[in-house]
């Protein structure tokens, strides 16, 4: 049973880059099946797409974050990573990775727990 | 604003049916399947239905989807007091960007 689980820093600074990872436990990254995402959500508010990557190194990011985003992956390590830079208060969310199944219209059918990132000095 | 349009609240009484409604466009529901996901209290997201109308193993039959045009509904029948969650429609616009409702918080009365 896949489980996947985020980690990185709490507090991060305005202007500052925040590095977050999704370690996937159970099952591998290598799947022609998967896409694997990040969610983030605002305390009170709905959930917001941040974007995604293929085990191959493919990415799909929001158009609204493009310019501050890079999601890697690492399978040696069966890991993939966030980075956004430029922070302000309005990146201040739960963050979520999840997987996309393309046999379920990359529905995200397995999420980690969340990690929260609060941006303040 | 999101570009998929739900409304903020819904509510029933328990044994009710409740539908939840999801609005959008040509460039995203009109051409794309439509998930639903329920996100109870502090708890990360859960994919309730796929493809429009395909529920994932484990989530009962009281929950169904259906999508005409640019529209989606999400049904809930014999409504249950654990059935009070966030419910979130999400389509994607053809190139992976994922487009989620702004989310319907629904009450069991």
């Known amino acids: 049973q896949l489980q996947l689980q985020e980690s990185g820093p709490g507090l991060v600074k305005p202007s500052e880059t925040l590095s977050l990872t999704c370690t996937a436990s159970?099952?591998?990254?290598?799947?022609?099946?998967?896409?694997w995402g990040w969610i983030r959500q605002p305390p009170g508010k709905g959930l917001e797409w941040i974007g995604c990557i293929y085990y191959s190194g493919s990415t799909y990011y929001s158009p609204s974050l493009k310019s501050r985003l890079t999601i890697s992956v690492d399978t040696s390590k069966n890991q993939f990573s966030l980075r956004l830079t430029s922070l302000t208060a309005a990146d201040t969310a739960m963050y979520y990775c999840?997987?996309?199944?393309?046999?379920?219209?990359?529905?995200?059918?397995?999420w980690g727990q969340g990690t929260t990132v609060t941006v303040s000095s | 604003q999101s570009v998929l349009t739900q409304p903020p609240s819904a509510s029933g009484t328990p044994g009710q049916r409740v539908t939840i409604s999801c609005s959008g466009s040509s460039s995203n529901i009109g051409s794309n399947a439509v998930n639903w996901y329920q996100q109870l209290p502090g708890t990360a997201p859960k994919l309730l239905i796929f493809r429009n109308n395909q529920r994932p193993s484990g989530v009962p039959d009281r929950f169904s989807g259906s999508k005409s045009d640019t529209s989606a509904s999400l049904a809930i029948s014999g409504l249950q007091s654990e059935d009070e969650a966030d419910y979130y429609c999400?389509?994607?616009?053809?190139?992976?960007?994922?487009?989620f409702g702004g989310g319907t918080k629904l009450t069991v009365l």
């Open positions: 999840a997987r996309l199944h393309n046999e379920r219209a990359y529905g995200m059918d397995v």
């Open positions: 999400a389509a994607w616009d053809g190139t992976l960007n994922v487009l």
């Open positions: 159970g099952g591998s990254l290598m799947s022609n099946f998967y896409y």
